[in-house]
């Protein structure tokens, strides 16, 4: 009987566990094309939060556990996209089953903010369950990554000439997104190469989406010779919430790529001032007409709905404002702070 109430209390709440949290969700969005017809979930992960797990409580009865499959995607902003998603596990590659295992992403550093897509191949007798996801606050440190996003095509490349002097095309590049409340301290290039150790990097300030003629090329990381160095970037005071991107030249007598890593710190030492420890609450949760947001910090707060699309920015210049919601349809909905501590409410 406990076990059972304990698992009745999880099921509709979420758990923190110290500094963790795992939200469970029921049901899917809809039907991806992208995927073939299998239905999927939306899961928007909040700046100045990290994603550590998943779990997929599914069933597909009448398959071999090896067809037992689901797919988890992450990609950076607000809105998903497919062009842009990144893929850590592969069904294809894994011959057991997927279901009812914690799948452990910490080394995949995804920090928001950016959107989960889990797909389930509901049109071949696959069922939904439940959802899992374990996130926790990002409080900065040394991040590596051991593998390039992407290469930057002609346009990129001739028009704003990565590295020392225009390039050629073929260029790799890693983007990494840097959270609101942390600023970049260093960064450390382990490629090898046989002869000009050479790469850059630049950083686009306020971007969810990377853009170049929003960025700006990084005096310290238009780098000659400075491979497996550490490069001190703190006098560029790079302020997150934004996307560094680093190139190297991996198309013409290439350069292998190690791992690129980034040194990023708090912009404050006081946790529950940057992370979910904040002081901000929401009443009456759930609501139907009305809410009041209490909190000490005032500034501009934002409204994003599950899917992560913003809703509106709302300003705050007193300890509590009164918010009318009775527009809004029925769902869950993110009230975000600039600093990124966030808090959810329900709109009946």
Known sequence: MKRALLIFFLALSSISLFSQTVNWYYMPDGVSNDWGGWEYKDIFIPSGMMVDSVYGSFKRPGYN?????YIFSFNNGTTYNSSTNSIPFSYSSIN??????WFDLTMSNYIGPGMIRVGLPTNASATWDSLGVSTSPYTGGTDCYS???DTCNSVECDTYG???GPQPTGWAYKEIVIPSGFSIDSINAHFSRSNQDIYSAYYCPGCTVFDFSSSTLLTGANIVNQYNDWVDLTSESLIGNGILRVFAPTQADP?????????ISPLTTDLSELFALSDMSIFPNPTSNNITISSSKNGVLMLYNIMGKEIRSIVKSEKQILLNVAN????VYFIQESNGNTVKF???
């Open 65 to 69: 556990i090896d067809a037992h499959d």
């Open 96 to 101: 057991t089953t997927m279901y009812n295992i």
């Open 147 to 149: 593998s390039p996003s």
């Open 162 to 164: 990565v590295g020392p």
């Open 255 to 263: 350069v292998v790529w190690d791992s690129i890593c980034v040194s």
């Open 328 to 331: 809004l349809n029925s769902g």
């Open 346 to 348: 329900i709109k009946n």
